[in-house]
């Protein structure tokens, strides 16, 4: 039995990069040159040998994340075996519309998803549509019960506050039997959190945590205050998981497009390597 594999699908905050109608630094880098371009956060755990996979979050960059993890692994036309999704905006689920009649028309793909979500997806058209044509089949999930993906992996979802204007929002555990891997691409405040982030990183072997944005300075210089935004700095992480870089890899993903550690001159995602975070891209794997 060949090993499993957590490959990383989408790295960006909801709206990629480029970002819509934006001329950023990032966003002009990005849309000039192709390879610079982010597909929103989005990971597959993937079984090469039993030719099987499965995704977390479907997001409008769907149909080239499909392309890119069935072409990397031989899987040329075989569609995902089970979704795991973890919230209601826009980034992490719109690529379910991809599944129903107009495009692939799909046929009983599983969705584990919680209970306020499962609801809207079920009466909220168009997503009615795709439940009601058997597309998709929607399965509750429940904070900290774990789900046997296979004989490799479990998932445990655990409910993490967020602006939960539609959904719950769900972090992932995915575990496999060399790797447990802590993945976190959207939260409020740690501070909200009843888990604590630090004990939490401590029993992962590679945590992936909300990146969204880098530090005050930078919102400002956007035009957004800090008091009003829904995520954790990258500033603030690294400050209370300092001590745990030589124990466990951290890696930041959802990365907004304004990010300054993603720009092309990678100084300050120089700095950030240098203390011993990361900064997640697509592609990369992770044996679990």
């Not at 499965?54 to 499909?66: F, R, S, V």
Request: negative net charge; glycine residues 6%; proline residues 5%.
């Amino acid at each position: 039995m060949s090993q499993a594999v957590l490959h990383v699908l989408g790295t960006a905050q909801d709206a990629g990069l480029p970002h819509p109608n934006c001329y950023c630094e990032n966003c002009t880098e990005a849309i000039n040159n192709p390879a610079f371009r982010r597909f929103a956060a989005s990971l597959a755990i993937v079984e090469p040998e039993e030719k099987k996979w499965h995704l977390i979050d479907a997001t409008p960059d769907l149909k080239e994340q499909m392309i890119q993890v069935q072409q990397k692994f031989g899987m040329q036309g075989q569609l995902m075996d089970m979704i795991f999704l973890t919230h209601a905006h826009l980034g992490h689920y719109p690529g379910l519309l991809l599944l129903g009649r107009e495009a692939i028309g799909a046929q009983g793909i599983p969705v584990m998803t919680g209970s306020k979500m499962k609801q809207m997806l079920e009466a909220q058209a168009p997503w009615s549509q795709l439940t009601a044509l058997g597309n998709i089949e929607l399965q509750e999930i429940f904070h900290e019960q774990a789900i046997q993906v296979s004989d490799q992996v479990v998932v445990t979802p655990v409910e993490v506050p967020h602006r939960n204007e539609f959904s719950e929002t769900f972090a992932y555990w995915i575990e496999g039997p060399n790797k447990k891997v802590l993945y976190i691409p959207d939260i409020d405040r740690w501070e909200q959190w009843e888990t604590d982030i630090y004990e939490a990183c401590r029993e992962a072997d590679i945590c992936l945590l909300d990146g969204t944005f880098h530090s005050a300075e930078d919102l400002a210089k956007i035009g957004r205050d800090y008091r009003e935004i829904p995520h954790p700095l990258m500033t603030e992480t690294m400050e209370r998981l300092q001590e745990l870089v030589e124990q466990t890899a951290i890696y930041f993903i959802h990365l907004n497009h304004s990010n300054p550690a993603i720009h092309a001159d990678r100084k300050l995602r120089g700095q950030i390597e240098e203390k011993g975070f990361f900064i997640a891209d697509e592609g990369m794997d992770v044996v679990l």
